[in-house]
T-cell receptor, first 113, second 112 residues
Framework: GENVEQHPSTLSVQEGDSAVIKCTYS??????FPWYKQELGKGPQLIID???NVGEKKDQRIAVTLNKTAKHFSLHITETQPEDSAVYFC????????????WGAGTKLIIKP | SQTIHQWPATLVQPVGSPLSLECTVE??????LYWYRQAAGRGLQLLFY??????ISSEVPQNLSASRPQDRQFILSSKKLLLSDSGFYLC???????????FGPGTRLLVL
C-alpha cells in the first residue's frame, strides 16, 4: 500500500528566510497531495494542495511542487513569519482509494525571530 | 459555508469509564465523515470512516466504536476507556466524490 515519508521532522529557520519540507510517496497511482498546517491545540487546516496533472501551484508565500517521476512533492514557504510556526503535514491519496489520505509524520517548523 | 463542530473540547476521564465524543457538520448534505486520533507530537491515525447514515468502516481494531445516527452527526464511543485511549481526537468531513478533508477543532482526551 501507499507509504508517505516526510522530512525533516523539525525545521528551524530565521524569520524572513525560506522553508522547504519534502515528502515522498510510494504509490505511483497517487493523484492528490494536500498540505495541512496544525497550530498547537487546533485541528489541521488545509493550506494548499496539488493534483497529479500539475507540476507546481502557488498561493502568495506558499508553493507546492510535484515530481511524479521521483514520487516526491515539496512545500515551499518564502519570507517566513512568526505565525508560520506550526506543525505541517503532507498527505497523499492512494490510487486504489478515493476516500483515504495517507499521512506523513509531520514537520515542526520553528521560525526564529 | 460549511462548519464542523466537536465537543467537548477537553475531557478528563478515569480508566474504565465510558466515552462519547460528538461531531456535527453544518452547511452540507451527505458528507463523508472521519474520526482520527493523534497521540502527542505524532501524526494522524484514521479510526473510522462513514459514507452515510449507519455506514461505518473501522480502520483499526480497538475498544472504540463509531455511530452515525444522522446525516451530519458522527459519534465516537467507548464502553471502557484505557490509558492508551488518551490523545487528541479529530473529526473531519469531505464532500462525497472529492478528495479534500476538512478538520474540526478536536477534542483532547486524558484518561487517568
Amino acid at each position: 500500500g501507499e507509504n508517505v515519508e516526510q522530512h525533516p521532522s523539525t525545521l528551524s529557520v530565521q524569520e524572513g528566510d525560506s522553508a522547504v519540507i519534502k515528502c515522498t510517496y510510494s504509490d505511483s497511482a497517487s493523484n492528490y497531495f494536500p498540505w495541512y498546517k496544525q497550530e498547537l491545540g487546533k485541528g489541521p487546516q488545509l493550506i494548499i494542495d496539488i493534483r497529479s496533472n500539475v507540476g507546481e501551484k502557488k498561493d502568495q508565500r506558499i508553493a507546492v511542487t510535484l515530481n511524479k517521476t521521483a514520487k516526491h512533492f515539496s512545500l515551499h514557504i518564502t519570507e517566513t513569519q512568526p505565525e508560520d510556526s506550526a506543525v505541517y503535514f503532507c498527505a497523499a491519496t492512494p490510487g486504489n482509494s478515493n476516500y483515504q489520505l495517507i499521512w506523513g509524520a509531520g514537520t515542526k517548523l520553528i521560525i526564529k525571530p | 459555508s460549511q462548519t464542523i463542530h466537536q465537543w467537548p473540547a477537553t475531557l478528563v476521564q478515569p480508566v474504565g469509564s465510558p466515552l462519547s465524543l460528538e461531531c456535527t457538520v453544518e452547511g452540507t448534505s451527505n458528507p463523508n465523515l472521519y474520526w482520527y486520533r493523534q497521540a502527542a507530537g505524532r501524526g494522524l491515525q484514521l479510526l473510522f470512516y462513514s459514507v452515510g447514515i449507519g455506514q461505518i468502516s473501522s480502520e483499526v481494531p480497538q475498544n472504540l466504536s463509531a455511530s452515525r445516527p444522522q446525516d451530519r452527526q458522527f459519534i465516537l464511543s467507548s464502553k471502557k476507556l484505557l490509558l492508551s485511549d488518551s490523545g487528541f481526537y479529530l473529526c473531519a468531513w469531505r464532500t462525497s466524490g472529492t478528495q479534500t478533508q476538512y478538520f474540526g477543532p478536536g477534542t483532547r482526551l486524558l484518561v487517568l
